[in-house]
């Protein structure tokens, strides 16, 4: 049964391994329901994980992966609020999908048109902060990046409503992930954007983050369009002047086939005084092959 306390500071670093196992499992169940009864997933808690990798959500296979290791930490605050967070991104990338596959299961299609659009192009997560930023900016990661943010201010309110105590660290936690978003943020800017506007441009940019999502959309549409320039057949060439087959000149027609029979080929010309003879040849010979004499 979901218990929401069970996710209060003081309550979850007291937990063994299996009740945190638990309570991530029936925290799944519990977005799918209230994200208008999204399909429930499957968690895998997965022990090869590196330790900056929290999970992820994988569409074919259909489940969410959590590393496991984060659930043996029992001092560091963040971790919790990892752990949750998770959860909660990763089940929005559930929603994202059961949309994509769902027209009107979501009531903005044209942020779906987004995501259909960013999962054939897709950035993958790197290590390199200029390519980690354009993983973090593109729709679908953002999209659920926001989401993360604003359950997880709302999902406390609700723990501490029903257990009367405040979460000391989700405070620091929520002040640190703004920080690194807006570190991509900047990121993304300089890398991508700075020889397309001044430096005055590029500062307003960093002041509103929609201004700058636009832009990653833009990039990726045209991934797109220039991906289906590639795969076009390519056109016939013309052949230019020096290439074309060269006309005959005048002094080379001689060594063309002749149109016409040398003079010894053609059917001699019959004189006027040989006329009735020729006709009369020509007449004979119907009437032989009429059974005639």
């Known amino acids: 049964m979901f218990d929401i306390t069970d996710y209060h500071e003081s309550k979850w670093f007291e937990m063994n391994l299996q009740e945190k196992k638990d309570a991530l499992i029936r925290l799944e169940k519990e977005i799918a329901s209230r994200q208008k009864n999204r399909p429930e997933i499957p968690i895998f808690f997965d022990p090869t994980m590196k330790s900056h990798e929290l999970g992820g959500y994988s569409p074919n296979k259909k489940r969410i992966r959590i590393n496991a290791n984060l659930l043996l930490d029992n001092e560091n ?144 549409r045209e991934k797109q369009i220039q991906d289906k320039r590639n795969q076009r057949k390519p056109r016939v060439k013309r052949l230019n002047r020096d290439q074309r087959k060269p006309r005959v000149k005048p002094q080379d027609q001689g060594q063309l086939k002749p149109r016409v ?26 009437v032989r092959n009429l059974g005639g004499k």
């Open 261 to 286: 029979k040398p003079q010894d080929q053609r059917q001699p010309r019959l004189k006027p005084q040989d006329q009735d003879q020729h006709t009369l040849r020509v007449q004979q010979q119907r």
């Open 77 to 220: 605050l963040n971790v919790l609020y990892d752990l949750v967070g998770t959860i909660i991104h990763e089940g929005w990338h559930v929603y994202q999908y059961h949309a994509m596959d769902n027209p009107g299961f979501h009531p903005k299609p044209g942020e779906v048109a987004v995501w259909e659009q960013n999962d054939r192009y897709y950035y993958r997560s790197s290590e390199d902060d200029a390519l980690d930023s354009l993983y973090r900016m593109q729709g679908l990661e953002r999209s659920a990046k926001q989401h993360e943010i604003d359950g997880l201010k709302s999902f406390y309110k609700e723990v501490e409503e029903a257990t009367g105590m405040s979460n000391p660290g989700l405070g620091n936690y929520l002040l640190r992930e703004k920080a690194i978003q807006n570190q991509f943020r900047h990121v993304f800017a300089t890398e991508f954007l700075l020889p397309h506007f001044t430096p005055t441009e590029l500062s307003k940019l960093r002041r509103y983050p929609s201004l700058i999502y636009r832009e990653m959309d833009r990039l990726i």
